[in-house]
């Protein structure tokens, strides 16, 4: 069973930016599919973003766009992902999500089946 394990979360104000970090315990270079999802307290876990690992595409959730990017370091079988202009609404846990199963939309949490701990992400106003 792979291993995540994120870090690099904390409390900004509106408008600031952060970085979260996952590294994964394999390869990630081989074309697998990994994502960001946050989950705010009452609230079902969302999809934030999405990459293939080759490079070759990467998915946004609608809220994201613009301000967020996700990318990987091969060398260092990390994901990472960067939130810009960030909003009270981001507010959230943050979880990485890999072995993803083939065929289902990326934003649908029941299709990765290893997840790392959270880190916790707070934008004030």
């Known amino acids: 069973q792979v291993q995540l394990v994120e870090s690099g979360g904390g409390s900004v104000q509106a408008g600031g930016s952060l970085r979260v970090s996952c590294v994964v315990s394999k390869y990630i270079g081989g074309g697998d599919l990994m994502a960001w999802f946050r989950q705010a307290p009452g609230k079902e876990r969302e999809g934030v973003a999405a990459?293939?690992?080759?490079?070759?595409?990467?998915y946004y959730a609608d809220s994201v766009k613009g301000r967020f990017t996700i990318f990987r370091d091969i060398t260092k079988n990390t994901l990472f992902l960067q939130m810009n202009s960030l909003k009270p609404e981001d507010s959230a846990m943050y979880y990485c999500a890999a072995d993803y199963r083939y065929g289902g939309a990326w934003y649908i949490s029941s299709h990765y089946t290893a997840w790392g701990q959270g880190t916790q992400v707070t934008v004030s106003s």
């Open positions: 990459i293939w690992t080759d490079g070759s595409s990467t």
